[in-house]
């Protein structure tokens, strides 16, 4: 029994069909076929039935290809870690990020992070918040840059607090809310708060700020932070800005006006989020002390 022949034994769980098992392993039809044939004979079982249109695994196969699927993962992981000894930052890094932040927070970051680890390379995905921390656990991501707390508690899950990121209050410039100094997060709700869709993380966090559970006759939610601030501009209502997408805001200052929250405000914690089981993990540690000690302006330090 070879760890290949596990591979493509799995492979062809994964496709339930020789061909497109054969084309994910990059070896012919007949050597997959034959490589399973022969550790069927080593096991003494048939781990698919091969009489149906597509390979479906046997009771027994289906036991078989869950302990190969972890065989294969600790390999993996065994490679991973020699790799990372020689150096935690010469590899690559699928990193998952929520699009309250993504599009204001990268371009603060990526030209020092590629100068300090010029072979550290970053495959960025921007999701929301449960679909980073569903491909977190999947394995599809390395890690994910998220809003804290998150949704759930999960003890698979390793947390780096990187900064504290205020919220301003966005309001239409000609609007009477503008000439204040400060805002009170009361005011905003009267003034009518929009929010985004259901699904972003940001939205419940504007609904936690203003001590809401929801809000009544909510007839427009915006799509994305762009779109929210847009609305402002057109005069549709006021909102919560995060300090990084207020400071790259084309229009702020002509047709929306951003001002602080009064004393205690609002802010949000934005971390780092990685599995603690990560071959990955002293990578993990080194981008999150470096990101933490790279401060974006407009954001506050936290222990």
């Given at each position: 029994?070879?760890?290949?022949?596990?591979?493509?034994?799995?492979?062809?769980?994964?496709?339930?069909?020789?061909?497109?098992?054969?084309?994910?392993?990059?070896?012919?039809?007949?050597?997959?076929?034959?490589?399973?044939?022969?550790?069927?004979?080593?096991?003494?079982?048939?781990?698919?039935?091969?009489?149906?249109?597509?390979?479906?695994?046997?009771?027994?196969?289906?036991?078989?290809?869950?302990?190969?699927?972890?065989?294969?993962?600790?390999?993996?992981?065994?490679?991973?870690?020699?790799?990372?000894?020689?150096?935690?930052?010469?590899?690559?890094?699928?990193?998952?990020?929520?699009?309250?932040?993504?599009?204001?927070?990268?371009?603060?970051?990526?030209?020092?992070?590629?100068?300090?680890?010029?072979?550290?390379?970053?495959?960025?995905?921007?999701?929301?918040?449960?679909?980073?921390?569903?491909?977190?656990?999947?394995?599809?991501?390395?890690?994910?840059?998220?809003?804290?707390?998150?949704?759930?508690?999960?003890?698979?899950?390793?947390?780096?607090?990187?900064?504290?990121?205020?919220?301003?209050?966005?309001?239409?410039?000609?609007?009477?809310?503008?000439?204040?100094?400060?805002?009170h997060i009361d005011e905003l709700v009267r003034a009518g708060l929009l929010l985004l869709e259901e699904g972003h993380c940001l939205r419940n966090q504007a609904l936690e700020?203003?001590?809401?559970?929801?809000?009544?006759?909510?007839?427009?939610?915006?799509?994305?932070?762009?779109?929210?601030?847009?609305?402002?501009?057109?005069?549709?209502?006021?909102?919560?800005?995060?300090?990084?997408?207020?400071?790259?805001?084309?229009?702020?200052?002509?047709?929306?006006?951003?001002?602080?929250?009064?004393?205690?405000?609002?802010?949000?914690?934005?971390?780092?989020?990685?599995?603690?089981?990560?071959?990955?993990?002293?990578?993990?540690?080194?981008?999150?002390?470096?990101?933490?000690?790279?401060?974006?302006?407009?954001?506050?330090?936290?222990?």
């Open positions: 029994m070879t760890l290949q022949e596990l591979r493509y034994v799995v492979a062809l769980a994964d496709t339930g069909h020789f061909g497109r098992a054969a084309e994910a392993c990059f070896v012919s039809q007949s050597t997959l076929s034959t490589q399973i044939r022969k550790l069927e004979d080593y096991l003494g079982l048939a781990l698919f039935d091969r009489s149906l249109k597509t390979a479906t695994l046997t009771p027994a196969g289906r036991e078989i290809v869950d302990s190969a699927r972890r065989i294969i993962e600790e390999t993996n992981r065994i490679h991973e870690l020699s790799q990372q000894i020689k150096d935690p930052m010469v590899r690559s890094v699928h990193l998952g990020i929520i699009p309250t932040l993504g599009p204001y927070y990268l371009p603060h970051v990526l030209p020092p992070l590629h100068e300090h680890f010029p072979k550290l390379r970053l495959f960025l995905r921007e999701e929301m918040t449960p679909h980073v921390l569903a491909h977190l656990t999947e394995g599809k991501l390395d890690a994910g840059l998220l809003a804290l707390p998150l949704p759930f508690d999960d003890p698979a899950m390793e947390i780096a607090p990187l900064f504290c990121e205020p919220f301003f209050a966005a309001v239409p410039a000609g609007h009477a809310l503008a000439a204040a100094k400060e805002v700020a203003c001590r809401l559970e929801g809000l009544d006759n909510e007839e427009i939610r915006a799509t994305s932070l762009e779109t929210l601030r847009q609305m402002v501009g057109m005069g549709l209502g006021v909102t919560l800005i995060p300090a990084l997408a207020g400071m790259q805001s084309h229009d702020i200052g002509t047709r929306v006006a951003l001002r602080p929250l009064v004393a205690p405000g609002a802010s949000r914690i934005i971390g780092l989020v990685w599995r603690r089981r990560s071959p990955l993990a002293h990578t993990m540690e080194s981008l999150a002390k470096f990101l933490k000690e790279l401060l974006p302006p407009g954001t506050l330090a936290v222990e």
